[in-house]
């Protein structure tokens, strides 16, 4: 019975993860199919479907248009659900019945698959709703930035629209949209053209506000993304994702218990970081998803970047029991009100490693004697001895 329950609960795991990339590859499939169909239906017009008769041709029209710009929008909804973002799974079930009606009105037998595919994704998405739970975490900057660009784009189509008169191509309210966009971006292709002193003053303050803004939104919103993709395969944390940290544990020092303490540690659902000065091991965990700062775990500099003001518990485990003793040193004096545990390879360490400032010290020769001659004697059945014995 207790060898079922781990291949019970491994076979729970893989039927998870089965159907939350099934999710994930649904939504990105529907995205694709509406980008794809979307222009594939701007420029075919011979072979329509049994609505065609129905559907005006300018709506057709516009469905494909719009069926484009809203299967990009799904792409960067399935993104957000591969990261496991909650924002990503409110957006794809958004856009999910609005790919499926953009396909009925463009009519064509091309856009069936875009149709289907978008039904069967909708009850996927409800399946796997708990599997996408985390949140999307924007820096101040980062907000400010949107704000700019929304607060600029604002500020060029309703001024825009007030002095209609004195341009030449404004009459309503998506012209002087079109206007902003065009001139804020420095497209310009020239069919809106001011028609007095004012009206070229504000053209040139749309300009230059307008390129701020777009200059500031892409450092903040897209430069952080790019630094944390080039930190991963550095094995390195931003400074923002550092900011973030909060009530973590910090595991010092990498060896040979590193993987069971964050195996356990992940299955607890307990923040951490682990700080280690060797650039392999941390390129390995990093591309587990697993939070690494890669510094030398005995410096204060790395720790007070780690948060361990903030920390709630410290864990120093390297192979090293001298190594060991400088990071549980520097982290008392850095945090004398924290719990720290460590681990003694030689027995004789043991004091030592309290005398640092470890509240908990664990002898790993006595551990393992105590728990093989209680498991050979059949006094312990747990499922830590199965796992320290290696069984299945």
């Not at 199919?33 to 129905?54: C, E, M």
Request: net charge negative.
């Amino acid at each position: 019975m207790a060898d079922e329950q781990p291949g019970e609960e491994l076979a729970t795991n893989w039927r998870r993860v089965l159907t939350t990339r099934a999710t994930v590859a649904l939504a990105l499939s529907v995205a694709l199919l509406s980008v794809v169909t979307g222009i594939v239906n701007l420029d075919v017009d011979a072979v329509y479907g049994p609505l065609a008769p129905h559907v005006p041709e300018p709506v057709q029209n516009t469905a494909g248009f719009t069926g484009a710009f809203t299967g990009f929008l799904m792409v960067a909804s399935a993104l957000a659900l591969r990261r496991g973002l909650r924002v990503g799974w409110w957006a794809t079930l958004v856009l999910l019945p609005i790919t499926a009606l953009q396909g009925l009105l463009q009519a064509s037998i091309y856009a069936l698959p875009l149709v289907v595919l978008s039904v069967l994704a909708i009850p996927s998405l409800f399946l796997t709703r708990g599997r996408f739970d985390r949140s999307l975490s924007l820096t101040t900057t980062q907000l400010a930035a949107g704000a700019a660009l929304v607060g600029v784009q604002a500020y060029g189509t309703f001024g825009a629209f007030a002095l209609r008169e004195d341009f030449e191509g404004i009459d309503t309210l998506l012209d002087a949209f079109y206007f902003t966009l065009i001139t804020s971006s420095t497209v310009g292709y020239g069919d809106v053209t001011p028609g007095s002193e004012e009206a070229m003053l504000f053209t040139m303050s749309v300009v230059v506000l307008g390129v701020a803004s777009f200059g500031i939104a892409i450092g903040a919103l897209v430069g952080p993304a790019i630094q944390a993709r080039l930190s991963k395969t550095l094995g390195i944390m931003t400074e923002s994702e550092l900011e973030l940290l909060d009530d973590h544990v910090l595991v010092l020092g990498h060896g040979n218990l590193t993987e069971p303490i964050v195996n356990a540690l992940d299955a607890a659902d307990v923040q951490f970081l682990v700080v280690t000065d060797d650039e392999r091991a941390a390129t390995q965990l990093s591309e587990q998803d697993v939070r690494v700062l890669t510094a030398d775990p005995s410096d204060e500099e790395p720790l007070r970047r780690a948060k361990i003001a903030n920390a709630r518990a410290i864990l120093v485990a390297t192979d090293d029991d001298a190594q060991d003793a400088l990071a549980v040193l520097t982290a008392r004096e850095l945090r004398p009100d924290a719990r720290i545990a460590t681990v003694a390879n030689d027995r004789e360490n043991t004091p030592k490693l309290r005398r640092a400032g470890a509240d908990d010290v664990i002898a790993l020769s006595e551990l393992g004697g105590h728990l093989l001659v209680r498991s050979a004697l059949g006094e312990d059945e747990s499922p830590v001895v199965d796992q320290l014995l290696g069984q299945e």
